[in-house]
């Protein structure tokens, strides 16, 4: 049971956040699994995903994981399609080939990706506003990832020369 909390980490938090996104309820008539029961799903997998992040939180050991970069991908892509479902449900002239879920998530990804295939774009304002913030966290994001690559490159070379020290020290004591 030690593994447990990578298993949660690596697994089943990207998993519920995923099954959230597709099962909570943004109106009665789009309700994949009944206005009721997604509101329940929906509340348990939130719960589920903030009792590890404050897990997370309130561990001993705070440095920033690749683990936790993947997780906060993971959210603000599920956040992002949210938005743009939620905004092309309202105002369907906001987006051009966006109706689903899948779609809004697919859009979302390739907005990270910064691909736009070109099948789904933002038409009205509003999308276009929503797609400059995503775009604009995305530069924040690549700057985090290399942030923490090069923090860990860095906290492996002290680690290296720290364990160095000592035997440099052992050998010195040794001579004569």
């Known amino acids: 049971m030690r593994n447990w909390p990578k298993v949660v980490n690596r697994v089943v938090l990207p998993v519920a956040i995923l099954?959230?996104?597709f099962v909570v309820p943004v109106s009665s008539r789009d309700a994949p699994l009944g206005?009721?029961?997604g509101t329940l799903l929906g509340a348990a997998l939130l719960a589920l995903v903030a009792k590890v992040v404050f897990t997370e939180l309130?561990?001993?050991?705070?440095?920033?994981?690749?683990?936790?970069?993947?997780?906060?991908?993971?959210?603000?892509?599920?956040?992002?399609?949210?938005?743009?479902?939620?905004?092309?449900?309202?105002?369907?002239?906001?987006?051009t080939g966006l109706t689903t879920r899948l779609d809004a998530l697919y859009f979302?990804?390739?907005?990270?990706?910064t691909v736009g295939y070109?099948?789904?774009s933002a038409s009205g304002q509003l999308a276009r506003l929503l797609v400059t913030i995503q775009l604009?966290?995305?530069?924040?994001f690549i700057a985090a990832l290399?942030?923490?690559?090069q923090d860990q490159v860095r906290h492996g070379a002290l680690r290296r020369k720290a364990d160095a020290a000592p035997a440099e020290a052992d050998d010195e004591t040794e001579r004569p």
Do not use: Q
């Open 118 to 120: 070109g099948d789904v």
């Open 136 to 140: 604009a966290f995305n530069l924040v």
């Open 108 to 113: 979302s990804m390739t907005t990270m990706a």
């Open 58 to 95: 309130r561990r001993e050991e705070r440095r920033l994981k690749p683990i936790h970069l993947l997780i906060a991908f993971e959210l603000a892509l599920v956040t992002f399609s949210l938005g743009y479902y939620l905004l092309a449900h309202a105002n369907p002239a906001e987006f």
């Open 146 to 149: 290399f942030g923490l690559l």
């Open 19 to 21: 099954v959230f996104y």
């Open 35 to 37: 206005l009721l029961l």
